[in-house]
């Protein structure tokens, strides 16, 4: 194991995309083996020396961000196994939790496979994703991380260790469910709050008769440490097309989307050679303006912008793409107007448009100092307008720099407010809660692919109410009696 102490080496684990500021460790661990982790976490836990574990820190909350104790980086866990055929439609592959999700992803498709998750950061790792059940533009076709993890190792602060395999255990109806570690078994019990039937990233996972993996999966570095995983993969598409349509109303863009998304979802059940699109997202008339000077494709009157991706065969590329001139024509938008992909290298620029916004606004964080305030709630479809326009009454009324984006076939938007001083921070936050408050009250989530991190505790409690998080801490406790893992990461270590 190689241990750090000079702190000057190990500054690159201090920062993530959260923006948060005064991270600190005495020591930065890089285990080489499962028994370096167990024997770090487990001297640790007796020790009551907090651990956070780090991987590829493009988190957006401050999760793997330590304040005292060590870190863990999972650098080292960077192996990508042999891909194994199952069928002809499914392969597994395991990685060591540090590979770089990129790389897994180009290494699959040159030998004939997708990994199908596909978040737009290219420089996250595997156990960030699992541990923040990480998704992005592709998630309407393919879902979350989740669906793609069909086993884990994972080492916990007894020293323990567990595979956890997909489809082996399972939650009792009360929510108990057996872990067996090479140390014994261990009963636990699940919080027994409601989370919603929508995407979701709040909270751990406690749905009727969970999959045991699951409850690992989304757990933001709280839990154990995730050594390698068990990745199931699939069939590559042959061909994808896509475009970026501008719309001058965005009213008149949310209708499109609710008819594509409509379309979408009952041509994945049925097959039929119709419109059933990989990716539906938006960007609001501030997202857009924000990088007009990089984009001067982008229409001065524009007041939202709708990228829709939708995979094909060379011999479908002309019913399907005939099937989107004809949707896209009956909004009123001239197809000469349209930006349209379809081959690899256009399909990459779209890729860099959609990173260009977090991009910018991470730098302008950066320049200011201050943290940004971005929400990722989801709520149900039928009460994505309503969402939006609270927001935007809240950003209007207080006179903030706001901009909006995301992954609208699945009502779920990140709106970044950016403050330049500390009082317009304070101000911001105080909106975000509002917003995460609306959202739970219209049946959604206050966070549907980030997690919560440090930085959004106040929007847990909002959701899952003291009783929830008090749950959540009983559980954490179980697996981790000396509250050192991922410690503040949800929830506070000790109660307020
Ligand atoms: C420009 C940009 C675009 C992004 N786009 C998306 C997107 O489209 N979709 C999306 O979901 N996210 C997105 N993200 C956020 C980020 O990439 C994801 O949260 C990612 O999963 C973090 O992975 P990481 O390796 O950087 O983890 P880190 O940031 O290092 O850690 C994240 C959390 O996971 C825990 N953790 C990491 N590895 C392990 C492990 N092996 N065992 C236990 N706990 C572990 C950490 O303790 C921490 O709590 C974006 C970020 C940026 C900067």
């Known amino acids: 194991m190689i241990i750090k102490t000079d702190k000057d080496t190990f500054n690159h684990y201090l920062e993530d995309a959260s923006g948060m500021i005064g991270a600190n460790a ?3 661990f890089i285990p080489e083996t499962r028994e370096d982790v167990s024997s770090l976490l487990k001297e640790c836990s007796d020790k009551k020396i907090p651990v956070t574990v780090a991987a590829g820190c493009t988190g957006v909350t401050g999760g793997c961000l330590a304040y005292g104790g060590v870190i863990l980086s999972t650098e080292k866990f960077n192996s990508i196994g042999k891909i194994q055929e199952i069928s002809k439609d499914k392969a597994l592959i395991t990685v060591g939790s540090g590979a770089i999700v990129n790389q897994i992803k180009s290494y699959v498709l040159e030998n004939g496979w997708m990994y199908a998750p596909d978040p737009t950061e290219k420089n996250a790792t595997i156990g960030g994703n699992i541990s923040t059940d990480a998704s992005g533009g592709r998630g309407f076709k393919y879902g979350t991380t989740r669906k793609y993890i069909n086993a884990i190792e994972i080492v916990f602060c007894d020293g323990s260790f567990a595979k956890i395999k997909r489809g082996e255990t399972f939650a009792d109806d009360n929510g108990t469910v057996i872990l067996k570690t090479n140390l014994g078994t261990k009963k636990l019990q699940l919080p027994k709050y409601n989370l919603p039937h929508i995407k979701n990233a ?3 996972y406690n749905y009727k008769n969970a999959d ?3 409850v690992f999966i989304g757990h933001e570095g709280t839990l154990g440490v995730i050594i390698s995983a068990e990745l199931i993969l699939i069939r590559p598409f042959e061909m994808l097309f896509g475009g970026i349509i501008f719309f001058d109303k965005k009213e008149t863009s949310w209708d499109f989307v609710k008819e594509v998304r409509e379309l979408s979802e009952k041509n994945k059940k049925t097959g039929a050679l119709d419109i059933n699109a990989m990716s539906i997202e938006y960007f609001d008339k501030n997202a857009l303006n924000l990088i007009k ?11 939202a912008g709708i990228l829709f991706e939708q995979d094909c065969t060379k011999d479908t590329y002309d019913t399907l793409m005939e099937k989107w001139i004809n949707i896209i024509e009956k909004y009123g938008i001239n197809t000469d107007d349209v930006w349209f992909a379809s081959n690899a290298k256009e399909q990459e620029e779209f890729r860099i448009f959609r990173h260009k916004i977090p991009e910018v606004v991470n730098e302008i964080v950066k320049k200011n100092k201050i943290p940004k305030v971005g929400t990722d709630v989801a709520v149900p479809h039928d009460k994505l307008h309503e969402m939006i326009y609270f ?9 903030l720099f706001n901009l909006t984006f995301g992954h609208i076939g699945e009502s779920h938007l990140h709106a970044n407010i950016i403050a330049s001083t500390k009082e317009e921070y304070e101000k911001c936050r105080k909106i975000y809660l509002e917003i995460a408050q609306k959202a739970v009250s219209l049946g959604g989530t206050v ?3 980030h997690g919560i991190g440090k930085v959004k505790h106040p929007f847990l409690l909002a959701m899952l109410g003291k009783e929830g998080i008090e749950e959540m801490r009983k559980f954490k406790l179980s697996l981790d009696p000396s509250n050192i893992l991922g410690k503040d990461n949800m929830f506070r270590a000790t109660e307020d």
């Open 202 to 204: 709040a909270g751990y």
């Open 391 to 399: 927001c935007e009454q809240k950003f209007n009324e207080n006179k």
């Open 26 to 28: 005495d020591k930065l």
């Open 447 to 449: 966070t549907a692919e």
């Open 212 to 214: 045991l993996i699951d």
């Open 293 to 303: 000077p990089y984009y001067p494709i982008i229409p001065n009157n524009v007041d």
